[in-house]
Each structure stands twice: as C-alpha cells, then as structure tokens.
C-alpha cells in the first residue's frame, strides 16, 4: 500500500495501527456476505445444508482478498477530512 496518495498527497496510515480498526470493518463485510449467500442458496435456490455450507465456505474465500481492500479504503474514509 502506498504511504500517500498520488492525486492528493493524503497520508494513509495515521499513526502505527490505524488499520487495527479496519479489521471489524473487514468482519462485518463478511458476515453480510456469508448472510446474503445464506439467504440466496438456501431461500431462492433451495439446495441442501451441506452444499449451502460450502458454497458460502468458497464465497467467503474468494472475496477475502477484495474484503481486505474494501475495509481499509472504508476505513480511511471514515476519517477523512477535507
């Protein structure tokens, strides 16, 4: 991650474990996640608990990466101040 923005020189990390927060970020962004797939897979689509279980298993998986991200720029938004 870059320590400054390149457009407008803004400092990302304040202070050593700004992001710690960010972490409860990233949290409720996959709870939301494993919540929706929940309701899709096994309310619209019907299929069985065992197959719901490892499809949000897998979503959960593959979106932990964008999560990350995610929860950081939220993060840092939240803070930001003209």
């Given amino acids: 991650m870059n320590n400054r ?8 990390e304040k202070e050593t474990g700004f992001f710690f927060g ?4 990233s ?3 996959a709870v939301a996640q494993m919540i929706l797939s929940l309701v899709v897979f ?3 689509i019907d299929f069985s608990p ?10 959960t998986i593959l ?4 999560n990350f991200r995610v929860s950081r720029s939220i993060w840092i938004f939240l803070f930001y101040k003209d």
């Fill in 5 to 12: 923005c390149n457009e407008c020189n803004y400092k990302f």
């Fill in 22 to 25: 960010a972490m409860f970020v």
């Fill in 27 to 29: 949290y409720a962004l």
């Fill in 42 to 44: 096994w309310c619209f």
């Fill in 50 to 59: 065992l197959n719901v279980f490892l499809i949000i298993t897998v979503v």
């Fill in 63 to 66: 979106l932990s990466t964008i």
